[in-house]
């Protein structure tokens, strides 16, 4: 349980806004709040997906991010081009850790950059025959590449480019699948808006591709939905999977392929861990092929064992049995390292601000080495998100709906969190505090943390961040103060 | 007019999505809930109501339909 009382809490929210203006007072406070478990609906306690308060620093991303970084740009047999001017593209090239298999540049393109790199002209006079060529140089310098996608950024949205048309012929002269993407930064208030048009377009231009072929299937079939493989994340879900007797068809998308999307009908269930950025296309083949979806958390033993029984459950007695088997296997391996890393864990207190899913996924992870998440956000949820995150928090603990710099410094400030897990732009500030961070969105360069073998990591990287010593020698600037009074008292 | 969908909850009841503002809500009432006629006003819990034309009762839920705003939610 949470150590403030709600009251305190709420004080604490007001006192932090005291410094805003009357307007931008009202506003953010409809987005911070103390967690109430007893609240069914999240919009009676917080407001989400919102347009962000101008003048103030935010986190979020734009459309494109979530189009091109998050949904499509993990697809790696496929050449994504980011259209429009090259830097877009080129700053968020290769920096999300989404791996994969392959010879980059042959087989496949994840970590490359394809840029129309707009110039005067082709705003002036429209990109469209520019990217025309661009698409029959790809096909020539990279012929076994699979498809294309076309990532419209900023400007061919307001210069009104018909990249559509542009794609349909392109597809016909190269006989292969070019999508065009109307994911431009502007759209929406943040990356989700994006994540939708990029599922959008998937069902229109890719999922129905295949219907009708014929299909060796098995009645195991599930397709993994919403796994980047961040730092391997997927691979660490898929063999857990495969032990309990499953059939991984396709991964969505972090490492996947065309082929497997195109395959995906094809399944029996969709396993959806990111719920935030694709429900959407899991809504779409519920009702158009009725495949139901499951969501599911792989972080921590307790939330495995959880979502492998719920994910069984659907299957036949064998997966059930093999399920039970291999949770027994894993077990001794948890105890292990449960044992050796909870007691040097036990008590210490996170606040983390990320986005998608994990503000509440890893909060299980969290509660099974003893530490206590004391306060969440996410940057670009909905209100469907906050109704499933209430429920895993404790009572009164903080909840902030894309949080501003100066806020979440503020209540870092107060809440005194052993640790703070969120991004790289967080990480010196609160590092230079005295805090450790963690980044919650690349694993800090480490992973995988998902299964069993991703929390024998998160555990190890846990304690590497707090036991680390460096923290002891580093006096935050509020203790300082405090010293310097004592001493100017005596 | 906006496209929704209409989706069988965990717990049983209905469960209203509007993809356009990714609204989820719960449905506290349905005016025609019989084989033949399926369909009318939705209240849905968050305040707001729906209408959709009554159809025969779908086989098979999640089903997309047009439905047509009558009183918003309070948000």
């Known amino acids: ?490 | 007019m906006a496209n929704i969908m209409i989706q069988q909850g965990a717990g049983g009841g209905l469960v209203f999505y509007l993809p356009k503002r990714d609204l989820e809500a719960s449905i506290e009432s349905i005016e025609f809930d019989t084989p033949e006629k399926w369909g009318g006003e939705l209240k849905l819990d968050n305040g707001g109501t729906y209408y959709i034309d009554p159809i025969a009762k779908p086989p098979r839920l999640p089903i997309s339909l047009r439905a047509k705003r009558l009183g918003a939610a309070e948000d």
């Open chain 1, 1 to 490: 349980m949470s150590t403030m009382t709600r009251e305190e809490t709420e004080a604490l929210i007001a006192e932090v806004l005291e410094v805003y203006p009357d307007k931008a007072k009202k506003d953010r406070t409809k987005h911070l709040a103390a967690n109430d478990v007893s609240v069914e609906q999240s919009k009676k306690c917080i407001t989400s997906n919102r347009k962000s308060l101008p003048g103030v620093m935010t986190i979020r991303g734009c459309a494109y991010a979530g189009s091109k970084g998050v949904v499509w740009g993990p697809i790696k047999d496929m050449i994504h081009i980011s259209h429009g001017p090259v830097g877009c593209g080129q700053y968020s090239r290769a920096g999300r850790r989404n791996y994969y298999v392959g010879t980059t540049g042959v087989d496949t393109f994840g970590t490359m950059n394809f840029t129309s790199d707009f110039q005067e002209k082709d705003i002036v006079f429209g990109g469209d025959k520019k990217l025309a060529k661009l698409i029959e140089e790809i096909e020539q310098l990279f012929p076994l590449h699979k498809g294309i996608s076309v990532q419209s950024e900023c400007p061919i949205g307001l210069i009104g480019d018909d990249i559509e048309s542009v794609s349909k012929k392109a597809a016909a002269a190269i006989d292969k699948p070019v999508v065009p993407v109307r994911c431009e930064g502007f759209r929406g208030v943040s990356q989700s808006l994006g994540h939708h048009i990029a599922n959008d377009a998937i069902r229109d231009w890719v999922l129905d591709k295949r219907d009708g072929q014929p299909y060796e299937s098995t009645p195991y079939d599930v397709a993994i939905i919403g796994d980047y493989n961040i730092g391997g994340d997927a691979w660490a879900t898929r063999i857990l999977l495969e032990e309990m007797g499953l059939r991984v068809v396709a991964q969505w998308s972090g490492d996947g392929t065309l082929a497997e999307m195109m395959n995906t009908p094809k399944v029996k269930l969709n396993l959806l861990h990111c719920y935030r950025s694709m429900n959407y296309i899991s809504r779409h083949m519920e009702e158009k092929y009725g495949i139901p979806y499951l969501e599911y958390n792989f972080f921590g033993p307790t939330k495995i064992i959880e979502s492998c029984r719920k994910i069984a459950a659907f299957f036949d007695d064998t997966v059930k049995e093999k399920t039970e088997a291999m949770i027994a296997r894993y077990q001794v391996m948890m105890d292990e390292i449960i044992a050796k890393y909870k007691p040097r864990l036990q008590g210490k207190k996170v606040m983390l601000y990320v986005g998608g899913l994990r503000p509440r996924h890893v909060i299980g992870a969290y509660e099974d080495l003893g530490m206590e998440v004391i306060g969440t956000g996410y940057e670009f949820a909905h209100n469907d998100d906050y109704d499933r995150t209430i429920k895993e928090m404790g009572d009164a603990t903080l909840l902030y709906d894309d949080v501003t710099g100066f806020e979440l410094e503020e209540f870092v400030k107060r809440l005194k969190p052993d640790m703070v897990g969120s991004g790289i732009k967080e990480k010196y500030i609160f590092q230079k505090m005295g805090i450790p961070l963690r980044q919650m969105h690349s694993w800090d360069y480490s992973g995988p943390y998902h299964g069993y073998d991703g929390f024998a990591i998160f555990a190890r990287d846990m304690d590497i961040a707090l036991s680390n010593p460096t923290f002891k020698n580093l006096t935050p600037p509020w203790k300082k103060v405090a010293e310097e009074e004592v001493k100017k008292a005596a």
